[in-house]
């Protein structure tokens, strides 16, 4: 497995390449009864998306020399969390969404309950990536992987950023509570993909604190853009259903700080995020570009 392109454009097309590979080949199609499982799966997880996540998990580990091959398993492990979270959003229950990176949300294209078990079937193998001898030879990386991930998913984290989500609508946050809801629900796994990268490479405290850093402006300036496209993206570009957060009357950074404030802010946590990693120099180049791409992206 080679190494990552030198800038952002590049090396995001590897990972989602590399990543989507390595998930191609294990979601293989069983035959039998499970084989509609499998193949949600893999609609859910093969086909669409920026590879965000997995970019950061494989640039982060290059910072410190880790074998592409191990990288690109918690790569794809994060992935699965991402795109199992995503198919139960746009449940019925959850945001009710029809459209996903440009085509039928999950249980559209198959049922409920497929997309219920998929979702389901996704966090679980995450899991099993994680714990796999394959993805390091040390079983205390590998635990701190699996806990790691959990909680980046979990109460405090993802599934708590979304149950304040629902419980929010409706009502004003203020940029605390906001920042704290989007932090959990978005920003956790964006900063757990840089953590592994760290993990997986031995790095020491004052890099990993420095990576987080940078992943939690980072996470802070991707969401900012969500909001922002969310109200001047067409569904057709943004791949998803254009003006929910308003539709569904929910608090965004737009509604706090108005369009043009929340660019501004979303500019101020992208130059933030890449202040975080001066120490790391030319060979952090793609991740601070990175910041940039966040807040510039139509999708
Ligand atoms: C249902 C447990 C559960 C959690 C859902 C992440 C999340 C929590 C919901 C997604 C809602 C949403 C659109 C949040 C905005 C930020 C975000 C995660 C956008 C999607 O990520 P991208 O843009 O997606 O990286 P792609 O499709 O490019 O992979």
Do not use: W
């Not at 900012?224 to 608090?251: F, H, M, P, Q, Y």
């Amino acid at each position: 497995m080679a190494e990552l392109g030198a800038d952002f454009p590049t090396a995001r097309a590897q990972a989602t390449d590399l990543v989507r590979a390595h998930l191609d080949d294990i979601l293989r199609l069983p035959e039998g009864g499970e084989k509609r499982l499998v193949d949600a799966m893999r609609y859910a997880a093969l086909d669409g998306g920026k590879g965000f996540r997995p970019f950061l998990v494989l640039a982060t580990s290059q910072l410190f020399d880790v074998a592409p091959s191990q990288a690109v398993r918690v790569a794809a492990a994060v992935e699965c969390v991402h795109c199992y979270s995503l198919a139960h959003d746009d449940l019925p229950a959850m945001d009710d969404d029809d459209l996903r990176r440009g085509r039928p949300s999950l249980h559209k294209a198959y049922d409920e309950a497929t997309a219920i078990l998929a979702g389901d079937a996704l966090l679980t193998l995450a899991f099993e990536i994680l714990a796999d001898p394959a993805t390091h030879t040390d079983s205390e990386v590998r635990l701190s992987l699996v806990a790691g991930l959990a909680q980046a998913s979990g109460k405090a984290a993802m599934v708590g950023g979304q149950m304040l989500d629902i419980s929010a609508s409706g009502s004003a946050l203020d940029y605390g509570e906001l920042s704290r809801l989007q932090g959990m629900k978005t920003g956790a796994l964006i900063e757990f993909s840089v953590a592994a990268g760290a993990l997986l490479g031995g790095a020491e405290a004052a890099q990993t604190e420095a990576l987080k850093a940078y992943a939690r402006d980072l996470g802070l300036a991707f969401q900012i853009a969500d909001d922002v496209l969310d109200v001047t993206g067409a569904s057709e570009v943004l791949g998803k259903t254009a003006g929910k957060d308003r539709e569904d009357d929910k608090a965004t950074f737009v509604s706090l700080l108005g369009l043009e404030g929340a660019r501004q802010e979303g500019e101020q946590k992208a130059a933030q995020a890449e202040a975080h990693l001066s120490e790391f120099g030319a060979a952090a180049t793609p991740l601070r570009q990175a910041a940039q791409f966040v807040i510039h992206r139509k999708n």
